[in-house]
Each structure stands twice: as structure tokens, then as C-alpha cells.
């Protein structure tokens, strides 16, 4: 069964202290990684898809790697406005081979930048 | 280009009754994804619809369902409410089936009493 073990669950950073998320999996087919970003009562946002080990992504302070076992999510220099839930999704085979798609999510990193 | 709209977007239902959510996905979206997130459960997986079929189901039992419709709009169906059942509901659009990239609606906030 497809896993996705995010870590730490809850950070907590003052204003400038740099840090990094972790999102590990046991998946068989992988597709694609997926960050997303998630404020209190609000749908996820989109922010990155990582295909293959060794690929990254930036934005702005965001920063996403991706090994063959797991994916990081780096924020350099944060501010308030990045406190949010960061979500990690793999996208696999339901079946071996087969080409219909299912998002699994872990669970979430909620991400508190204090001023 | 608007977003993923889902109505309502907060319901309050007895246990036993049926409900039915909404979801208008990106125009130009024929993929609409459903999910329940719960704080336990975090974001699973329910349905994807694709032209106008159900492409793949996640593991709930059959009193969850939906549709879609030829213009892509999207609604799911609860029936026999039970308590377990609150939880938020997320419609994601993407332009064709399991398609890399999903953008999520704002969610439905389904509350069982």
C-alpha cells in the first residue's frame, strides 16, 4: 500500500531562521511528488511537482528536492505570511502498469513563522 | 481565470439524512477529483471523474457517489449521514484524467449532528 510520512507534523520558526520539511514514501510506479500549501479554511495550493530523484524546484523562499526515497521542502529566511500547512502528495498506479493515477497525501507540516 | 467553485461551502446535516455538494471546476477542466480531509485522516481520496465517467474510486463504502456532468460540474453524494462523516470535502479540477496537477476548490465544511 502506497505510504506518505511527512515530518516534522508542526514546526515552529521564528522570522529569518531557515529550516526544512520532510516527506518520505513507499510507493510502487511513482509519478510524480507534489507540494502543496494549505491555509485554515482554504482548498491546498499548488506550489511544485517533482518528477524524478535528483530534481528541484524553487520559489521565492520555497525550495523543493526529491530523492528516490523522499522529498524535502527547504524554506530559506521565512516570514509570517509563509505559516501555513504544507502538504507532500504521491501520485501512483492504482495498478502496476496500469495508467489510471491516485494522489496519496501525508499528512501535513503545519508551519508557524513568528515575527 | 476563476478558480474551482464549491457550493455550499458549509452544511449541517442530522444523522440518517442525504446531502449533495457541488463542484464548477477551472474552465477548460474536464477532471474533477473528490476528497474528504479530516483531521484524523488527513486528505483521502474518493472519486475521480473524467467526460462524464468515473475513471477511478478511492476506499469508501458505496453510500459515497457522484457525477458529472457534460459541462464538467461535478457533484458528490452522501447518503445515511453518520457522525464520521463530518469532515471537509475537496473538489480538485486538472485539464484531462490523473492528470499531474490538481487545483482545489475551497472545500465544503459538512457538519453530522
Known amino acids: 500500500e502506497d505510504q506518505v510520512t511527512q515530518s516534522p507534523e508542526a514546526l515552529r520558526l521564528q522570522e529569518g531562521e531557515s529550516s526544512s520539511l520532510n516527506c518520505s514514501y513507499t510507493v510502487s510506479g511513482l509519478r510524480g511528488l507534489f507540494w502543496y500549501r494549505q491555509d485554515p479554511g482554504k482548498g491546498p495550493e499548488f506550489l511544485f511537482t517533482l518528477y524524478s530523484a535528483g530534481e528541484e524546484k524553487e520559489k521565492e523562499r520555497l525550495k523543493a528536492t526529491l530523492t528516490k526515497k523522499e522529498s524535502f521542502l527547504h524554506i530559506t529566511a521565512p516570514k509570517p505570511e509563509d505559516s501555513a500547512t504544507y502538504l507532500c502528495?504521491?501520485?501512483?498506479?492504482?495498478?502496476?502498469?496500469?495508467?489510471?493515477?491516485?494522489?496519496?497525501f501525508g499528512k501535513g507540516t503545519l508551519l508557524t513563522v513568528n515575527p | 481565470k476563476a478558480g474551482v467553485t464549491q457550493t455550499p461551502r458549509y452544511l449541517i446535516k442530522t444523522r440518517g439524512q442525504q446531502v449533495t455538494l457541488s463542484c464548477s471546476p477551472i474552465?477548460?477542466?474536464?477532471?474533477v477529483s473528490w476528497y474528504q480531509q479530516t483531521p484524523g485522516q488527513g486528505l483521502q481520496f474518493l472519486f475521480e471523474?473524467?467526460?462524464?465517467?468515473?475513471?477511478n474510486k478511492g476506499n469508501f463504502p458505496g453510500r459515497f457517489s457522484g457525477r458529472q456532468f457534460s459541462n464538467s460540474r461535478s457533484e458528490m453524494n452522501v447518503s445515511t449521514l453518520e457522525l464520521g462523516d463530518s469532515a471537509l470535502y475537496l473538489c480538485?479540477?486538472?485539464?484531462?484524467?490523473?492528470?499531474?496537477?490538481?487545483?482545489f476548490g475551497p472545500g465544503t465544511r459538512l457538519t453530522v449532528t
Open positions: 471523474y473524467f467526460s462524464e465517467t468515473q475513471r
Open positions: 480538485a479540477s486538472s485539464p484531462g484524467p490523473s492528470t499531474y496537477e490538481q487545483y
Open positions: 502528495a504521491v501520485q501512483a498506479s492504482f495498478k502496476s502498469g496500469g495508467s489510471n493515477y491516485k494522489l496519496t
Open positions: 474552465s477548460g477542466h474536464r477532471s
